[in-house]
């Protein structure tokens, strides 16, 4: 027979498990975003490209850069993380993100490169956009947002359909969130090349950004469970 001691500690074991496996989720899901300069991808570059007048920052050059891009983006990472997280009702899958940081590449996600040449005022808005991506692309419930974006938006280009409800959730991140408008503005005003940002843009704005996300989550949580069979 148990004494009443060993039985209080292990009721209190049993009652406290479920809450810390719950916070040991949320904190394995919400990842850290290392910026590095990117010394080798850079070398890499040099011999498979033609040279490129004025684009040949020095290693020393990209490890400031780096250094500077990081202390943009530390103040603002957890919190965006945190929105997005919830915005879309997914994951992350990994729990360590790195950003290369070089100077012959525009920023994309995967891997996650970022322009040497960006400015200070884009930064925090781009990080979030390009990590969006991964969070959608790659997450933890295995859900194929490629075939949720179809029905959602069908009709529009490829590159209008996975903008839409990454700018939805910059939006609702950026806006209700962090009450930072001023982080979103580079983001929100891209330049008049790029017609697929400005049409998926308009969608966000037509549509409301609270209703795609509600209608995203709806949609992936269905397809979730069928995933999960």
Known sequence: MRSPLIATVMLMGTLLLP?????????????????????????????????????????????????????????????????????VGLDFRHNLIDAHVLDLFPTFSRPLVLSYYKKDSEIVGVMAHEVGHILLVDNLQQVDVGVIFEEMFPGQPLLVRNHVVVFA??????????????????????????????????????????????SFRARSRKLAAVTQQ
Do not use: C
Not at 57 to 81: G, S, V
Not at 180 to 194: A, T
């Open 169 to 214: 959730m910059l939006k609702r991140v950026f806006l209700d969130d962090l009450k930072r408008p001023d982080l979103l503005e580079p983001e929100r005003n891209p330049p008049p090349k790029d017609k697929d940002y400005k049409e998926a843009w308009r969608l966000v704005d037509e549509q409301g950004h609270e209703s795609i996300l509600e």
């Open 19 to 87: 809450s810390i496996a719950q916070s040991a989720e949320a904190e394995r899901t919400i990842p850290e975003v290392r910026i590095l300069p990117g010394f080798f991808l850079q070398e890499m570059a040099y011999n498979l490209t033609p040279y490129v007048p004025g684009r040949d920052a020095t290693p020393q050059q990209l490890a400031e850069r780096a250094e500077q891009i990081a202390q943009l983006w530390a103040p603002h990472e957890k919190a965006i993380l945190q929105g997005m997280v919830k915005a």
